[in-house]
């Protein structure tokens, strides 16, 4: 890509703040093969920004003014970056390199194959392995007695746009599979999307049946007919079209359409009324334009927003993932979803009902696995529908924008559901455009697997996973009871609110001085070194309660030890040593035996810190105290082997007694 680039070097750069009225910053401006970068020259605080050339989506000439030539940059994540050129044949050729650089023709040129992270061959293919949908599904409970595997597209023979592994009805046979996928477009057949294992109600997608006016097909009739069975405690099952009615009306004459509830049995039809990607399209252009007014009134603002319509279509997607929730959940109702190909409303839908229904796609690993099952593995075309190739503009939509949305607008009403928070959503939203990771470059598995996508380029999972405490929800309470049961949102029209972290993620002036989620992380952080150090206090209280009972145990003992000799009488052929007779054990009568008792309690509550230490002076008529406390040799220890063997200590011992 370096060989696009005319100018690789601008100095006398100035960079506008369009989000207030400080003056611009000068600095120099560089061009390499993936980033343009602006250095500033202000000693005080040094800036950089960096911007991917994948991420650029428009750049502007503007008309001149009398500080140079402008040129806006406008980015896919919605940042605006403003450039004053010193000279115009200098401005030029900044534009017409940034145009070739952020319009990749190949996919070679992306910035994921030329990106080389710190990471050896292993593991990178470690990477790609931190999300198995094989186990998801296992998760799920399938394969079961009632779906399987099928190895129907195992070379991709039925379907190109379908993975591998798809799990069927047990009781669907390969020619029904093969005649149902024949009757609908693109081959998207009918195929498992998720299982509930409480209800054993599914969530099937497929894409439109080729029906026409009165068309039909008997092996796609007994497709459904095995998912309405494979369901043993409903007696019919739903079909969702996403579509509004019109649209799917209107397909019938290009041989498109939708069921008839007249050829298959047992099942109920529903329009939802989403609309395709054009009027997307267009609604959040004209969401981005109000978005970009420079201190708009309310009046203007909330017009703006109402007239994008944009804030509707949200809610209309989410009305849908709502239904089949509930189907799922509360009437135990398989659903078979499509749309018009099944990769677009489809993916929005199901991925919705799945977040509502399982709190499990609500966690940070969960959501990935969800993108990978519902978006990446059953074939969204993300790079025609995020331009991530300079192709046909008219294929470009923010489908999965909308559902990010979805989750954002969810997390709103639920703030302790999620353990992930907006960064997290923010984050994946940057990365589907950058093309940094591999993850989301083509259109279908076939195509990355024919890329050589996992031997060329890097996983993004694991690199998000690896800084997870940044995503993290300080809300977030397993235990809770929005995080264990099945979301019911609120779908009234003053619910929905403006997304302003993403739209307006790059306008510092629109943002309070200090984040909110900042506060809450540092408040949660804070809350757990407390937490860590009231643990540490308890453990020191409990070894300290742990002591003293221990000290307690060995008063104890040494009293009945004291209670037990003076029980017995004493034997010349016990004492071993002049303190048996002089300071111990006969130099004492039953009258000092209470006494005695007493020194004894006294002395063992000096060893916990309870009594006074006793002096050097002390009596020496103290008993059992000094029995226990002195040895021949003077020191605070028993009586020593050699002390007991010496032969003068004995005699001397006789000629006392």
Same mark, same amino acid.
């Given at each position: 890509?370096?060989?696009?680039?005319?100018?690789?070097?601008?100095?006398?750069?100035?960079?506008?703040?369009?989000?207030?009225?400080?003056?611009?910053?000068?600095?120099?401006?560089?061009?390499?093969?993936?980033?343009?970068?602006?250095?500033?020259?202000?000693?005080?605080?040094?800036?950089?920004?960096?911007?991917?050339?994948?991420?650029?989506?428009?750049?502007?000439?503007?008309?001149?003014?009398?500080?140079?030539?402008?040129?806006?940059?406008?980015?896919?994540?919605?940042?605006?970056?403003?450039?004053?050129?010193?000279?115009?044949?200098?401005?030029?050729?900044?534009?017409?390199?940034?145009?070739?650089?952020?319009?990749? !023709?190949?996919?070679?040129?992306?910035?994921?194959?030329?990106?080389?992270?710190?990471?050896?061959?292993?593991?990178?293919?470690?990477?790609?392995?931190?999300?198995?949908?094989?186990?998801?599904?296992?998760?799920?409970?399938?394969?079961?007695?009632?779906?399987?595997?099928?190895?129907?597209?195992?070379?991709?023979?039925?379907?190109?746009?379908?993975?591998?592994?798809?799990?069927?009805?047990?009781?669907?046979?390969?020619?029904?599979?093969?005649?149902?996928?024949?009757?609908?477009?693109?081959?998207?057949?009918?195929?498992?999307?998720?299982?509930?294992?409480?209800?054993?109600?599914?969530?099937?997608?497929?894409?439109?049946?080729?029906?026409?006016? $009165?068309?039909?097909?008997?092996?796609?009739?007994?497709?459904?007919?095995?998912?309405?069975?494979?369901?043993?405690?409903?007696?019919?099952?739903?079909?969702?079209?996403?579509?509004?009615?019109?649209?799917?009306?209107?397909?019938?004459?290009?041989?498109?359409?939708?069921?008839?509830?007249?050829?298959?049995?047992?099942? !109920?039809?529903?329009?939802?009324?989403?609309?395709?990607?054009?009027?997307?399209?267009?609604?959040?252009?004209?969401?981005?334009?109000?978005?970009?007014?420079?201190?708009?009134?309310?009046?203007?603002? =909330?017009?703006?927003?109402?007239?994008?319509?944009?804030?509707?279509?949200?809610?209309?997607?989410?009305?849908?993932?709502?239904?089949?929730?509930?189907?799922?959940?509360?009437?135990?109702?398989?659903?078979?979803?499509?749309?018009?190909?099944?990769?677009?409303?489809?993916?929005?839908?199901?991925?919705?009902?799945?977040?509502?229904?399982?709190?499990?796609?609500?966690?940070?690993?969960?959501?990935?696995?969800?993108?990978?099952?519902?978006?990446?593995?059953?074939?969204?075309?993300?790079?025609?529908?995020?331009?991530?190739?300079?192709?046909?503009?008219?294929?470009?939509?923010?489908?999965?924008?909308?559902?990010?949305?979805?989750?954002?607008?969810?997390?709103?009403?639920?703030?302790?559901?999620?353990?992930?928070?907006?960064?997290?959503?923010?984050?994946?939203?940057?990365?589907?455009?950058?093309?940094?990771?591999?993850?989301?470059?083509?259109?279908?598995?076939?195509?990355?697997?024919?890329?050589?996508?996992?031997?060329?380029?890097?996983?993004?999972?694991?690199?998000?996973?690896?800084?997870?405490?940044?995503?993290?929800?300080?809300?977030?309470?397993?235990?809770?009871?929005?995080?264990?049961?099945? =979301?019911?949102?609120?779908?009234?029209?003053?619910?929905?609110?403006?997304?302003?972290?993403?739209?307006?993620?790059?306008?510092?002036?629109?943002?309070?001085?200090?984040?909110?989620?900042?506060?809450?992380?540092?408040?949660?952080?804070?809350?757990?070194?407390?937490?860590?150090?009231?643990?540490?206090?308890?453990?020191?209280?409990?070894?300290?309660?742990?002591?003293?009972?221990?000290?307690?145990?060995?008063?104890?003992?040494?009293?009945?030890?004291?209670?037990?000799?003076?029980?017995?009488?004493?034997?010349?052929?016990?004492?071993? $040593?002049?303190?048996?007779?002089?300071?111990?054990?006969?130099?004492?009568?039953?009258?000092?035996?209470?006494?005695?008792?007493?020194?004894?309690?006294?002395?063992?509550?000096?060893?916990?810190?309870?009594?006074?230490?006793?002096?050097?002076?002390?009596?020496?008529?103290?008993?059992?105290?000094?029995?226990?406390?002195?040895?021949?040799?003077?020191?605070?220890?028993?009586?020593?082997?050699?002390?007991?063997?010496?032969?003068?200590?004995?005699?001397?011992?006789?000629?006392?007694?």
């Amino acid at each position: 890509m370096m060989e696009h680039i005319r100018l690789p070097k601008v100095e006398r750069v100035q960079l506008v703040d369009r989000g207030s009225s400080r003056r611009a910053q000068v600095g120099t401006l560089y061009l390499t093969a993936s980033h343009t970068i602006f250095v500033g020259n202000e000693t005080e605080v040094c800036s950089e920004i960096w911007v991917l050339h994948s991420l650029v989506c428009n750049v502007e000439k503007q008309s001149v003014t009398a500080f140079g030539y402008p040129l806006l940059i406008q980015c896919k994540n919605f940042q605006v970056i403003q450039l004053i050129i010193p000279q115009e044949n200098n401005c030029n050729d900044v534009l017409m390199s940034l145009l070739r650089l952020s319009r990749a !023709k190949r996919y070679e040129e992306l910035y994921c194959f030329s990106f080389k992270p710190d990471i050896d061959k292993v593991e990178r293919d470690q990477a790609w392995d931190f999300i198995d949908l094989r186990a998801e599904y296992s998760r799920m409970g399938v394969p079961n007695k009632l779906w399987h595997v099928t190895p129907i597209n195992r070379e991709y023979r039925v379907c190109d746009t379908y993975p591998t592994d798809l799990f069927v009805p047990k009781s669907a046979t390969l020619p029904v599979i093969v005649g149902s996928s024949k009757f609908r477009s693109r081959g998207r057949f009918p195929t498992l999307s998720y299982y509930c294992k409480e209800t054993q109600a599914a969530i099937c997608r497929s894409s439109q049946p080729l029906s026409g006016f $009165s068309a039909r097909c008997l092996e796609d009739e007994q497709m459904l007919e095995a998912i309405m069975k494979s369901n043993p405690g409903s007696q019919f099952m739903y079909v969702v079209d996403t579509r509004p009615k019109l649209n799917a009306m209107a397909n019938r004459a290009t041989g498109k359409g939708y069921e008839s509830e007249d050829n298959y049995t047992n099942i !109920k039809f529903q329009f939802i009324g989403i609309e395709n990607i054009h009027v997307m399209r267009n609604s959040q252009q004209k969401l981005i334009e109000v978005s970009d007014l420079r201190s708009p009134s309310m009046g203007e603002f =909330l017009l703006g927003l109402e007239n994008s319509d944009w804030l509707k279509h949200i809610q209309t997607i989410l009305t849908a993932g709502k239904f089949i929730a509930k189907a799922v959940a509360e009437e135990g109702v398989s659903v078979l979803v499509h749309c018009s190909d099944g990769w677009d409303r489809t993916a929005q839908v199901c991925s919705v009902a799945c977040i509502l229904l399982d709190p499990y796609y609500r966690t940070l690993k969960g959501f990935m696995v969800l993108i990978e099952k519902d978006w990446v593995s059953f074939g969204h075309k993300f790079s025609h529908r995020y331009s991530h190739l300079d192709e046909d503009p008219k294929e470009v939509s923010p489908v999965i924008d909308q559902f990010l949305e979805c989750v954002w607008q969810l997390m709103e009403q639920f703030p302790c559901a999620f353990e992930y928070n907006e960064r997290f959503l923010i984050s994946i939203h940057n990365h589907i455009h950058s093309c940094q990771y591999g993850n989301f470059i083509c259109n279908s598995e076939k195509e990355r697997k024919d890329l050589s996508i996992r031997e060329k380029t890097h996983s993004l999972w694991p690199h998000l996973w690896k800084n997870k405490s940044d995503f993290v929800n300080p809300l977030f309470r397993p235990d809770h009871s929005q995080t264990q049961g099945v =979301l019911r949102p609120l779908t009234t029209p003053y619910c929905f609110k403006f997304w302003r972290g993403l739209y307006n993620h790059f306008d510092r002036g629109l943002h309070p001085r200090q984040s909110v989620l900042d506060c809450l992380m540092a408040v949660k952080e804070e809350t757990q070194q407390l937490e860590e150090l009231l643990a540490v206090c308890e453990q020191k209280l409990d070894a300290l309660g742990k002591e003293h009972a221990n000290g307690l145990c060995v008063k104890r003992h040494t009293i009945n030890q004291s209670q037990t000799l003076w029980a017995e009488p004493a034997h010349l052929s016990s004492a071993n $040593s002049p303190q048996d007779y002089t300071g111990g054990i006969l130099s004492t009568g039953p009258k000092d035996w209470p006494f005695q008792q007493r020194e004894t309690e006294s002395t063992e509550l000096s060893l916990f810190g309870d009594a006074t230490k006793s002096p050097d002076n002390s009596d020496q008529e103290s008993g059992v105290a000094d029995f226990s406390c002195h040895s021949s040799s003077g020191g605070d220890s028993f009586p020593s082997e050699d002390s007991v063997k010496d032969a003068d200590s004995d005699e001397a011992a006789f000629s006392t007694a």
